[in-house]
């Protein structure tokens, strides 16, 4: 990782969950308050009071957290080659075949990408990416935290334990370090490129430290899909080991942020429905390791997942996404341009029976917390299922409405509006009849009706929402 203060064009998506525990001694004596300090003396500056410390440490306030487990100095560390088998192997025990390409229908993250209710061209994701006192101050009980499909970033504290061996041979904890750790990404527009970025900021000491232990930030990326030929290049600015620094040179930096940036290709791809997109797989984490004198622990973050593409559907190609996030679309039943047919979505989504065919005991997809919709791309739409559902929910609102449906009684052209969507696996023509899950229709305004269409097709398009990629629609006031 390096220092570059700028953003940099590229798409990549990421998570973590810090996972590292000390590998300390049998022998090792943890806080010896009440013990004198023989043995190596501090190399840094004494500590604060201990009040201070367990302050910091306590329960954490709204938007933070108590400290994660400790980066312990205690034990060997395995050499270089060995500990990069040892990730592989933890790299490779997520998720594979169509729960790995299906990660954000399991519901875990959701989020909502901010769309201008004014203009015609929305602005990407990406123009509005986390920042790391955004990461600091979010509020919530995850680590994890992501803005939007493109932008996330993990949050922590955790103490560096100092330990020194005493003239018995006993070791013990000389001291310890707490650090605040924000880990950001940013996916960039055009192109299958992340910015990652690391912050370390010094919060406290508790009696004797020796910050002179070194401790390492390195990055890992790789592909996860061993079906595929995929790639995650770092870039060669960026050193090949991450950044060692001493305890001390953290601090000193007073929280600068260092970058890595990382590129993920696909060469190669099984002869499957998505072939032309060249859809890969990645899986990234990060590894710390801490060194001193009596030896050193190393351990890495639990890893987290993104895709990559060149789909040609979508506003912002070549691209890359957190696939473990849902995209929310909200629409406000007020707004004038699309209102009768928010409205239309927000009564199906309530209670089915204000629409028809509005049978009891049936409901729709789409809500949050429930089944979300899949977007579906009429090149894939083999069996012609959205003509089908077009043709079935005008049937319907023939039935309902007369064959002049198409007028309102002040003579306003009105169409036929469905719900889900004709562009979701879960339109009218593909209900299953033995589930609870069915459609709603209504003859509403023809402008509105397109309208909302509009403004639907380009969150998707912006929020780079694949074929078979899951969304929900949000309505509110």
């Known amino acids: 990782m390096r220092d570059v203060p700028t953003w940099r064009t590229g798409v990549i998506v990421l998570g973590l969950c810090l996972t590292l525990i000390p590998a300390l001694p049998a022998d090792a004596v943890p806080h010896p308050a009440h013990q004198p300090s023989p043995g190596r003396p ?82 990407g994701p ?29 949050r ?34 055009r192109q299958t490129q992340i910015n990652f970025g690391v912050r370390l900021r010094h919060l406290a000491d508790h009696n004797l430290t020796r910050k002179t232990d070194r401790l390492r930030v390195n990055l890992v990326c790789a592909n996860h899909d061993t079906t595929r030929h995929s790639v995650c290049d770092r870039d060669p600015q960026d050193p090949p080991g991450g950044t060692e620094l001493t305890v001390q040179q953290w601090q000193d930096r007073g929280g600068a942020p260092l970058w890595a940036h990382r590129t993920g290709t696909t060469h190669g791809v099984p002869n499957d429905l998505y072939k032309d997109e060249k859809r890969g797989y990645f899986t990234f984490t990060v590894e710390l390791t ?33 696939h473990h996030v849902s995209s929310e679309i909200r629409m406000r039943a007020t707004d004038t341009r699309f209102a009768e047919s928010a409205q239309f979505i927000r009564d199906a989504q309530t209670d089915i029976t204000l629409t028809k065919p509005g049978i009891a005991g049936k409901k729709v997809p789409g809500r949050v917390g429930e089944k979300p919709l899949t977007r579906l791309i009429a090149r894939y739409d083999t069996a012609r299922s959205k003509d089908a559902s077009r043709r079935k929910i005008r049937r319907v609102c023939q039935h309902n409405w007369g064959l ?48 909302a269409g509009d403004f639907i097709e380009q969150f998707r398009s912006n929020d780079h929402v694949l074929d078979g990629d899951p969304f929900y629609i949000t309505i509110t006031p």
Not at 158 to 163: F, G
Not at 290 to 299: E, H, N, V, Y
């Open 156 to 189: 922590e504290q955790r103490p560096i334990v100092y330990l020194a061996r005493n003239q018995q041979g006993v070791v013990y904890e000389q001291g310890r370090s707490l650090v605040a750790i924000e880990f950001i990404g940013v996916a960039q527009p």
């Open 42 to 123: 501090s190399a840094g500056p004494t500590a604060g009071p201990a009040s201070g410390f367990a302050e910091l440490a306590g329960p954490p306030g709204p938007g933070h957290h108590a400290a994660g487990p400790a980066l312990g100095t205690a034990g060997r560390i395995a050499p270089r080659h060995r500990r990069a088998q040892e990730l592989r192997r933890g790299l490779a025990s997520g998720p594979t075949g169509a729960r790995l390409h299906r990660l954000a229908h399991d519901g875990r993250y959701r989020a909502v990408t901010t769309i201008p209710r004014t203009g015609r061209h929305l602005h």
């Open 404 to 451: 002049s449906y198409t007028r309102d009684p002040n003579g306003q052209k009105r169409q036929c509006d469905e719900y889900p969507l004709a562009s979701t696996y879960e339109n009218a023509a593909r209900v299953d009849n033995n589930t609870v899950w069915d459609y709603a229709v209504r003859a509403l305004n023809a402008e509105h009706n397109r309208a």
């Open 290 to 322: 801490l060194t001193g004198p009596l030896g050193g622990s190393s351990d890495h973050f639990a890893p987290e997942y993104f895709r990559c593409d060149v789909a040609d559907y979508v506003a912002t190609t070549p691209r890359c996404v957190f």
């Open 126 to 154: 990406a123009d509005d990416p986390v920042t790391f006192d955004e990461c600091a101050n979010h509020a919530g009980n995850d680590h994890y935290w992501f803005k939007n499909r493109f932008s996330m970033c993990y």
